[in-house]
């Protein structure tokens, strides 16, 4: 092994250390009281040395979220390809693949929705943002090109496939925040699964022709 090859599998050994830490650090409290320094302290590293792997918190925090977004679109693609089933067959299997990736890492998948709507984005560097923005996208494309197929055969109604696709995913994001709100007051409950259950069997039959 090279030199350069021994360096960057290095940089990317530490820079796993530290989003490990990181994700230690958020679990136990939260964004906004999180500083790089706690981050710094549970790597045993000084927080000069995140900021050679991290511009900032907020990319730290993103950065995250990769790992989850790669393992949705290997879901999605799954059920996709599932050439034998119906698409109205398929989008109740989108249930499963999203409900999947929620028990993969349900506080990454949380996270994941906050961030839709927040400023955290605007100041992301501009390859981890490309890297966002093209994850998600791809995974509305494959979901819109499970619509597409059902509104081609006539079992669909005839709408947009990308904002049925994008209807799709605001009521699973939807759920997962409201189910998650409701488990900070009660944490015994977890009526997350027949939520989506509910809902998904309400949306199919709205867009059935």
Known sequence: MGIQERKKRERERRRQQIAVAAKKIFSV???????MEDI???????????????????????????????????????????RDRTPEQRVMLLKSAFYDVYVFDPLIVINIFHLQ??????????????QIKE??????????????????????????PVAL????????????????SKRIIDDKKEYLKQTLDIAFEIFVKGIKK
């Open 165 to 180: 696709a994008d209807i799709i995913w605001a009521v699973f994001s939807g759920i997962v925040l409201w189910e998650e």
């Open 135 to 160: 994850l998600s996208q791809s995974s509305i494309a494959i979901i819109s090109s499970i619509f597409q197929e059902g509104i081609a055969q006539k079992q669909f109604i005839d709408r947009h």
């Open 29 to 35: 409290k939260g964004f906004n009281k999180t500083t």
């Open 40 to 82: 710094a302290r549970e790597t045993e590293l000084s927080a000069g040395t995140l900021y050679l792997y991290y511009k900032n918190k907020n990319e730290l925090f993103v950065s995250l979220s990769l790992r989850v977004l790669k393992y949705m679109n290997i879901r999605l693609e799954k059920v996709a390809k599932e």
């Open 117 to 130: 709507s927040s400023e955290i984005l605007k100041n992301l560097s501009p390859e981890l943002l490309s």
